[in-house]
């Protein structure tokens, strides 16, 4: 039968345990991620920019979420990435980016 002290131990553990995942998932939300400007032309013939610091280049198409969004979307053709700045996730929500093309 479980003691009282296995119980308030496995507590103790469980409890930092969570901490120690929470601590690691803020550390994230605030260490610099590269942000990607990425140009390319849409289906108009207009060359258009976006920001991104998730995407996976593969042959002819890049998939990218762009920054401050939740959705993933797919181009091809040509496209040039470059890199722009270092942002926390916390500094992009707040950053406006360049709309200008």
């Given at each position: 039968m479980l003691e009282k002290k296995d119980?308030?131990?496995?507590?103790?553990t469980l409890v930092l345990l969570v901490l120690l995942f929470v601590?690691?998932?803020v550390q994230d939300y605030?260490?610099?991620?590269?942000?990607?400007?990425i140009e390319y032309i849409d289906i108009?013939?207009?060359k258009q920019i976006v920001y991104s610091?998730?995407?996976?280049k593969e042959d002819?198409?890049?998939?990218?979420?762009?920054v401050n969004s939740s959705e993933y979307k797919t181009i091809s053709g040509h496209f040039e990435i470059k890199p722009y700045k270092r942002l926390t996730y916390k500094e992009m929500e707040?950053?406006?980016f360049p709309k200008d093309n």
């Open positions: 119980i308030i131990w496995g507590a103790l601590c690691l998932g605030y260490s610099p991620k590269q942000v990607y400007r108009d013939n207009k610091c998730n995407f996976d002819g198409s890049i998939t990218y979420k762009e707040k950053y406006e």
